[in-house]
Structures are given as structure tokens and as C-alpha cells.
């Protein structure tokens, strides 16, 4: 069964501190994984996208790691901000190919 | 400017009454997504169309209805037959089936 599976469930984080968000996933077959942003009461945003060839992507503070090998991925976010705070999501495809499996989230709170 | 348009924002509705939610987008998208979303869990997919006048059952789809007569729109009804309607409701769309999608803002439904 296809399933992606996200850790922490939430983490508080001081403003100007990293942190790393972590994607565990057992889609098949594999051919991308996306991070989004969702901040709350709104829609997600997607931040980076990367598919198995890759093993890192740069978005700005953001950095994605994939590691095809043991289905991890993580998303690192450098000198954060409090506009960081926000659920993000990671996401694989369904089997078919024509849909998503969606995490069920990282709740950031970034805190002055 | 293109974009995916979700209305309205929030909805309330009575036990027993049916409720249309809107989608459109202006992206020239064909494919079109309804998930609805619930605190802890991953998006989950209601009802999904690769075209026109055509649309898919996604892993939720009791209790729902979705049309697809316009290539930009695609509303999604949720019945009186869905024992729980309570959610935030997300749209997206995405150039075609699997490809990169976009959201909406959301409609938070809530039953009085």
C-alpha cells in the first residue's frame, strides 16, 4: 500500500534556528516527491519537487534530500523565520499515476 | 491573473441539507481534484476528472457529487447522505492527470 508518513507531528522552533522535517514513503512505483507549504486556513503551496535522480534541491531557505535507496526524504529549513510557520506536506504518486498520497504533516511553529 | 478560485470561504449548513461547493480555475488545466482535509490526517481524495464531462470516484467519494460540464469548473456537492461533511474542502488542478498540482484556498464547511 502506498504511504507517506511524516515526522515530527509538530515542532517549535525559535526564530533564526534550523530545523529539519522528515518524509518517510513507500510509494511504487517511485518517480517524484513533493514538499508543500500550507499555511493555515489556506491551500498548499508547493516548495520543491524531486524526483529520483535527485538527491538535493535548493528553494531559497529551504533545502529537500531524497534518498531513493531508503525512501527517506527530508526538508531542511535554514535561519527560520516567523513566516515559517506552517503545516508542510510531503507527497508522493498513487500507483496509478494519475494521483497523490499525501502525509498527513509537520506542524511548524516558529516562535520570537 | 490565473490562479484556482474556491468559494465561498466558509459554508454552514443545516443536517439533512445539500451544499454545493465552487471550484474554477483559469490555468487551462485538464485535470481537476476535490480532497478533503481533517486535523491530523493527510488530504484525502473525494473525486478527481482528467477532462471534461468525465470524473473519477477518488477514496471518499460517499456521500458527494461532482459535475465537470466546463473544462473550469468542477463543483463539488456534498449530500445529505455524507454523515460527517465537517472538513476543510481543497480543490486543485493540474495540467493533466499526476502532474504538479495546484490548490485553492479552501472552503471550511461546518454543519449547525
Not at chain 1, 534530500?65 to 529549513?77: E, N, P
Not at chain 2, 471550484?23 to 486535523?39: G, K, S, T
Not at chain 2, 473544462?71 to 449530500?79: A, Q, W, Y
Amino acid at each position: 500500500k502506498n504511504q507517506v508518513e511524516q515526522s515530527p507531528q509538530s515542532l517549535i522552533i525559535l526564530e533564526g534556528k534550523n530545523c529539519t522535517l522528515q518524509c518517510n514513503y513507500t510509494v511504487s512505483p517511485f518517480s517524484n516527491l513533493r514538499w508543500y507549504k500550507q499555511d493555515t486556513g489556506r491551500g498548499p503551496v508547493s516548495l520543491t519537487i524531486m524526483t529520483f535522480s535527485e538527491n538535493t534541491k535548493s528553494n531559497g531557505r529551504y533545502t529537500a534530500t531524497l534518498d531513493a535507496d531508503t525512501k527517506q526524504s527530508s526538508l531542511h529549513i535554514t535561519a527560520s523565520q516567523l513566516s515559517d510557520s506552517a503545516s508542510y506536506i510531503c507527497v508522493g504518486p498513487k500507483g496509478d499515476g494519475q494521483n497523490f498520497v499525501f502525509g498527513p504533516g509537520t506542524r511548524l511553529s516558529v516562535l520570537p | 491573473d490565473g490562479g484556482i478560485t474556491q468559494s465561498p470561504k466558509y459554508l454552514f449548513r443545516k443536517e439533512g441539507q445539500n451544499v454545493t461547493l465552487s471550484c474554477e480555475q483559469n490555468l487551462n488545466h485538464d485535470a481537476m481534484y476535490w480532497y478533503r482535509q481533517d486535523p491530523g490526517q493527510g488530504l484525502r481524495l473525494i473525486y478527481y476528472s482528467q477532462i471534461v464531462n468525465d470524473f473519477q470516484k477518488g477514496d471518499i467519494a460517499e456521500g458527494y457529487s461532482v459535475s465537470r460540464e466546463k473544462k473550469e469548473s468542477f463543483p463539488l456537492t456534498v449530500t445529505s447522505a455524507q454523515k460527517n461533511p465537517t472538513a476543510f474542502y481543497l480543490c486543485a488542478s493540474s495540467i493533466t492527470a499526476g502532474t504538479e498540482a495546484f490548490f485553492g484556498q479552501g472552503t471550511r464547511l461546518t454543519v449547525v
